[in-house]
């Protein structure tokens, strides 16, 4: 595995040109590095990361980032390698859940990312974990489409599989905070006939997971990623807003 150091010259081009969307530059790039597609960047906190979570990384959307996923695994990016030396083995498809980018998690599934690869930020696990932890829907429901397992209630819950909502709750027999933690997700995914499902299962309507402080009613108000990212994106780009304080 070959390292390159972030202080390198050719790491700051090949981002320039990933974050620019400049398809004819990574192309020159890669005539110029052959091998490149196959290398390890080396951050200031020691994190190898792939070229490919370069392409994924926060907050996503990079300009003809579909394009450049598809050109960089045909030019040997493994996108199932993970990042080496953080907290989390997580690969360019947990990244892509992380933002709800559809369009390069539906690139990198198409370039062979197992959807089921585990190693994210929410709890070790799969890219789904990641996608509807981070209110990710689209790539959620893009997941479950392309055949992801749905097989813990917080995630039925909060994809509003009401179906597979009950066949848990007969089959795996969950305690009352996995009850309460399901109804708070299916308040975070917008998904009312299964929260009023799991309160009358006994469901806490003012309990919170472990992981956070927002109450279900919190949850429901709560913006979804894509539409956060994007907010952000316009007010960065100076967009106003009716609404004058």
């Given amino acids: 595995m070959e390292l390159i150091q972030h202080n390198d010259p050719m790491p700051m081009s090949f ?4 974050q620019e969307g400049d398809v004819d530059a990574l192309r020159l790039l890669l005539q110029e590095m052959p091998g490149l597609a196959t290398k390890r960047g080396l951050d200031s906190k020691g994190i190898a990361r792939t070229v490919l979570h370069i392409v994924t990384d926060w907050p996503g959307y990079f300009p003809n980032a579909p ?3 598809k050109i960089l695994i045909a030019a040997g990016a493994d996108p199932n390698a993970t990042m080496i030396g953080g907290q989390y ?3 360019p498809l947990h990244w892509a859940a992380s933002s709800d980018d559809v369009d390069v998690a539906v690139a990198l599934i198409d370039g062979g990312a197992d959807i089921e690869v585990l190693g994210g930020s929410i709890g ?4 789904l974990d990641n996608a509807v932890g981070y209110g990710c829907w689209n790539v959620a429901r893009l997941l479950v489409q392309r055949g992801a ?3 813990r209630l917080w995630q039925a ?4 599989m009401m179906s597979r909502v009950e066949e848990l709750l007969v089959n795996h027999s969950p305690t009352a905070v996995d009850i309460t ?14 929260a009023q499902y799991l309160l009358s299962q006994g469901a806490d309507i003012n309990g919170s997971p472990g992981y956070t402080e927002q109450t279900p009613l919190d949850a429901a108000r709560s913006l979804e990623t894509r539409r956060d990212t994007l907010a952000a994106w316009l007010t960065s780009e100076g967009a106003q807003s009716s609404e004058r304080g």
């Fill in 15 to 18: 981002m320039h040109a990933v």
């Fill in 181 to 194: 933690e399901a109804f708070w997700q299916a308040c975070h995914g917008g998904q009312r006939r299964v």
């Fill in 89 to 91: 083995s997580e690969t």
């Fill in 124 to 127: 070790g696990g799969t890219p």
């Fill in 67 to 69: 394009i450049i996923v």
């Fill in 149 to 151: 397992r749905v097989d």
């Fill in 157 to 160: 819950a909060a994809l509003g």
